[in-house]
């Protein structure tokens, strides 16, 4: 189980930032900082599919990050995750 949660947890979380990163791209840069515009971005982007995507990838990370974290140790959960989504040459 604690294996499972653990290949959910890492899926998750690079799903969600492959994710956010075509959302962001699609979106483009925001250039005007005043409060109409920057409603009118939020708005947009809380309509783009992968911002949407993005916010339930991350959603279901932290829950089975939580559930983790009620049937293991500590110091089991919160530094595995880190170490295997990075890159080790």
């Not at 140790?73 to 990075?86: D, E, H, K, M, Q």
């Amino acid at each position: 189980m604690k294996l499972l949660l653990l290949a959910i947890i890492v899926a998750a979380t690079a799903a969600g930032e492959v994710l956010a990163a075509m959302g962001m791209r699609r979106h483009g840069e925001i250039r005007d900082f005043r409060p109409g515009a920057l409603r009118r971005a939020a708005s947009v982007l809380t309509r783009n599919r992968f911002v949407i995507g993005y916010v339930a990838a991350m959603a279901v990370s932290f829950f089975a990050f939580m559930r983790l974290l009620t049937i293991s140790n500590l110091s089991y959960a919160v530094p595995s995750p880190p170490s295997l989504t990075r890159w080790k040459p």
